[in-house]
């Protein structure tokens, strides 16, 4: 049977899921009214008229975040110029608040541990202009190569680089120098140093790639298998840059001093505080979202997962360093539950309250200082947030 919350058609199975989980299916009435939201580069601020005259309606500012804009659901902006110029992109308000939370500030080496399909990354890459670096991991290739093509697209990607990784695992740090004036080569080691980027790789590399995911498919551990390059902008660090460099690990005490200055861990989670994710499921069958979202053997996977996702990213943050953990799922057992297990394993953690949160239009969460984004409240789609320090040990 199907429950009719206002014109959106929710299977038993979704609302049994929100029940069961204690949220409430009212919050999700106003989503067929709810705004979209676009991102405005910084710097078009003069040519607003120009897009409001080609998307025909008024972009209204969102007075608690900067450089956003809502429009009325029903306006498409994927055919527009402004659009196709890379003047702006569409990213939830709530995802551009967790964003916010991570006060990315000019020279930045900040890590994007669940990256694809990019909307987060783009404007943190925007909001750290010329300096700095991002680092976007994500374990799902395809996924990944979209956000490679956005980052291009809105040429934010000389200092990006993206690795398909396992995320629970992924070692690698930030290249604070330029490496190409730190490095002099003899001619041997020129032939293994990274070059300027290309869509066409050299053979070598090729063969590397090839190599790194039939070790994946042969489902030798995770560990075991490299992180695979596949971008790098020319201020990323890795032009100029040798292989061992690039693939030093580190671990342990030099991770305090060596590790990213600030790192995102927007989960894997079941989206059930999105509910344009959650009609998606409409035309695939909502049998699909029974199996694929709301099986409770694949929720307790999920939660271990973030957990693992979480205390990975916390490794790899220099102490003073940020973490940004997100989901858009609503549900207790894959947010405070999940931090409030963190905190107790990892007494460097320190929960933090979020700059400027207090006029934001969202509710606090079960923990105390953390965030919860729901369609009512806040007008925008669900996303719990909650913001971590590294104190010293
Ligand atoms: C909520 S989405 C991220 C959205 C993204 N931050 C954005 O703003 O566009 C979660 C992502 O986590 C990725 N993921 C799932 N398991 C992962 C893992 N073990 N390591 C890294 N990424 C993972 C999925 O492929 C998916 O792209």
Redesign the pocket.
Known sequence: MMETTANLPLPDAFIDFLKQNGLDPSIYTSSDTLPRYIRLKPGCEAEIEEIEAEFKCKLNEVVWLPSFYSLPPHVQIANSKAYQDGKVYG?DAA?GAA?HALNIVPGDHVL??????????C?ILDLLGNSGSVTG????RH??AA?RTMVRKYVLGDHCRLFV????S?SLIPIRVSAASKFEFTSEEEVDVFKEWTSKRPWKERKRAAKAREASTLQLT?QNSEPELIFYGQHSGVVGCTRDELYRSIHGDELSTCGYDKV?V????T?DGSIRHVQKFENWGWQTLQRRVLDAERTDDLTN?QF??LSNGFQLLKTGGSLVY???SLTVAQNEEVIERFLLENSSAELHEIDNSGTWPCKSGRVSKTLRFDPVTSQTSGLFVAKFTKLPT
Not at 112 to 121: I, S, V
């Open positions: 990213i995802s964003v994007d541990l669940c990256a694809a399909p990019g909307a987060k990354l404007m991991v994500d374990v799902a996924r990944l956000c990784a396992d995320g629970t992924f995770s995102l927007d989960a894997e989670c989206h997962l693992r996702l997100s989901t858009c």
